[in-house]
């Protein structure tokens, strides 16, 4: 007799578990078709439960996209390292005095729809980022911002949630405002201290004036 065990394949075991804010033991399943559940703590999803929204933690949601798409695939002192560049620029005179505005910090251009209605306030007017011109690169790469991997956004969503609220990790970067990856040699890095290394990451800051 033949067992035809078809139904599901586990593709990725994994526990989610900083304190209190654990959603226990998180199980990938994928079917026959490739679609994707999670079996969290016995239970199946569609989805792994965000640990806040855009609408209940505007700024930490911020720094959580930024460490997901600036960092998913490093380590944990990686992405940490990412976010507390953050931060330093927040608490730094010479950029936004916010986590949101920090990261969506460069020139921004009005959309070419209300640009051609003369009688939208300025209130209903839409602007957008500058493609390529921005701090972070994905905020104006052109493509979409929405989390794909729900497992690397949910450890985003908790280291940002960390460094804000607890201090862990914060100053992992020794003062850090600038980084990039491993693999490139911008000409702007000649002009700063080079820190270190941090995961895939080489880390900066500026010279003393």
């Known amino acids: 007799m033949r ?3 078809s139904m599901f394949l586990v593709v990725l075991t994994t526990t989610l578990c900083f304190a209190d804010i654990s959603v226990g033991e998180t199980i990938a399943l994928k079917d026959n078709n490739g679609k994707i ?4 703590n016995g239970k199946e999803t569609n989805n792994i439960p965000e640990l806040y929204t855009k609408e209940s933690e505007p700024e930490l949601y911020c720094l959580a996209l930024n460490i997901y798409h600036e960092s998913r695939s490093d380590n944990m002192a990686g992405q940490a390292a990412v ?3 953050v931060l330093n620029r927040v608490t730094d005179a010479r950029y936004p005095n916010t986590i949101c505005e920090v990261v969506k910090e460069g020139p921004i251009r009005e959309s070419w729809k209300t640009r051609q209605d003369p009688n939208l306030s300025d209130s209903e007017r839409k602007f957008n980022p500058v493609r390529n011109r921005c701090q972070f690169s994905w905020w104006c790469d052109g493509k979409s911002d929405e989390p794909r991997q729900p497992l690397a956004w949910r450890k985003a969503q ?10 862990l990790f914060r100053g992992i970067s020794e003062g850090a405002t600038h ?10 890095n000649k002009s700063m201290i080079e820190i270190g290394r941090i995961g895939e990451h080489i880390f900066y800051r500026s010279l003393p004036k």
């Open 179 to 188: 980084y990039h990856a491993t693999y490139v040699d911008p000409h702007w």
């Open 83 to 85: 976010a507390d560049v």
């Open 158 to 167: 908790e280291i940002a949630y960390h460094l804000v609220h607890n201090n």
């Open 37 to 40: 559940t999670y079996l969290i």
């Open 3 to 5: 067992l035809n065990i």
